[in-house]
């Protein structure tokens, strides 16, 4: 039978095209996933000083974070699948960490930071916030804000087209770093890495820098 495309032909490829996007970006966080950077943690070579603001709209830098351990992710909150696992991952391998270490001075900061500045607003990151645990701090910036801490932490993302729609996913590698108190990275783990490898990791350096301390 011949005639104009049906709305049943348009609206299952549009569900195609959805389902093909959405499967491009999964390959693409595997992909980025399985590029480790090449990196000695050490002095200046991974992280840095970086200046955003939370989701009151309020400055919050890398010296708020002085003090205590940090734990940060990179992502954004439109991410369909790979940053909610992730961020249940984070919470998950905290909580046990937080149960086996639970002095005030082994306590782990959990932060989000944002690499869509485009639509990741203040506004939107508190709204998505009330999903996630209230420890965790949620972070934007200016597009160059975000650009150079990128660049700092080496973080890869895709910036979307300037004059598109907003409506697009955003590829970005996938790692926690791990902060001491003085703001270096002293670890970054993978996706690859499961909740309780997680919390080994942590409890394993936070055990390491506490006896350090003594
Ligand atoms: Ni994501």
Avoid at 49 to 58: H, I, K
Avoid at 169 to 185: A, M, P, T
Wanted: hydrophobic share 35%; glycine share 8%; charged share 25%.
């Amino acid at each position: 039978m011949r005639g104009p495309i049906s709305w049943k032909g348009v609206s299952l490829m549009l569900a195609t095209v959805g389902g093909l996007l959405a499967y491009y970006e999964y390959e693409r966080e595997k992909r980025a996933t399985a590029i480790q950077p090449v990196v000695s943690i050490g002095r200046a070579s991974l992280g840095g000083e970086f200046a955003l603001v939370d989701s009151d709209g309020q400055p919050f830098g890398s010296a708020d974070l002085l003090g205590r351990y940090a734990l940060i992710y990179f992502g954004f909150t439109h991410c369909p699948d790979i940053c909610p696992a992730e961020l249940k991952k984070m919470e998950e391998s905290l909580a046990a960490y937080h149960s086996r270490m639970p002095g005030d001075g082994a306590r782990i900061q959990p932060v989000f930071i944002s690499i869509d500045p485009r639509r990741d607003t203040s506004a939107r990151l508190k709204d998505y916030q009330k999903q996630w645990s209230p420890s965790f701090k949620f972070l934007t910036g200016t597009t160059d804000q975000i650009r150079d801490i990128a660049r700092k932490y080496r973080v890869y993302y895709s910036a979307p087209d300037e004059d598109g729609d907003d409506d697009y996913l955003v590829d970005h590698s996938i790692f926690f770093y791990l902060l001491d108190k003085r703001g270096e990275v002293v670890d970054y783990l993978g996706k690859n890495m499961t909740a309780p490898e997680v919390t080994a990791r942590l409890v394993k350096f936070a055990q390491a820098d506490n006896s350090a301390r003594k």
